[in-house]
Nanobody, 128 residues
Framework: QVQLAESGGGLVQAGGSLRLSCVASGRDFGLYSMGWFRQPPGKEREFAAALSRNGGLTYYGDSVKDRFTISRDNAKNTVYLEMYSLKPEDTAVYYC?????????????????????WGQGTPVTVSS
């Protein structure tokens, strides 16, 4: 059973940057696509970014496009989310997730229901 552990969240001023990390336990990390979702206070969880198992395909939510970058290091079983030009509206708990199937690498990655494993989340607060 794979487990995901996020880190790197914290408090940052608007305009600043953060890098989130998500380390996966278990084998076969490189076979699965990975995603980042976020849940702002009082709102539903939303898609932020995702990438295919070899990192060749990436997807971003409209609100983070051109400011966030998702990447992975399969040798380290780690996926990253680099966040730049942060805004107060980026304040949320950020979750990483792994797809339930190793064969999903297309735009379905924007949907929560293709993910089978979730981390506990790391909070990000952006002050104005």
């Amino acid at each position: 059973q794979v487990q995901l552990a996020e880190s790197g969240g914290g408090l940052v001023q608007a305009g600043g940057s953060l890098r989130l990390s998500c380390v996966a336990s278990g084998r076969d990390f490189g076979l699965y696509s990975m995603g980042w979702f976020r849940q702002p206070p009082g709102k539903e969880r939303e898609f932020a970014a995702a990438l295919s198992r070899n990192g060749g395909l990436t997807y971003y939510g409209d609100s983070v496009k051109d400011r966030f970058t998702i990447s992975r290091d399969n040798a380290k079983n780690t996926v990253y989310l680099e966040m730049y030009s942060l805004k107060p509206e980026d304040t949320a708990v950020y979750y990483c997730a792994q797809t339930a199937s190793p064969f999903i690498g297309d735009a379905r990655l924007k949907k929560e229901d293709v993910y089978g494993t979730w981390g506990q989340g790391t909070p990000v607060t952006v002050s104005s």
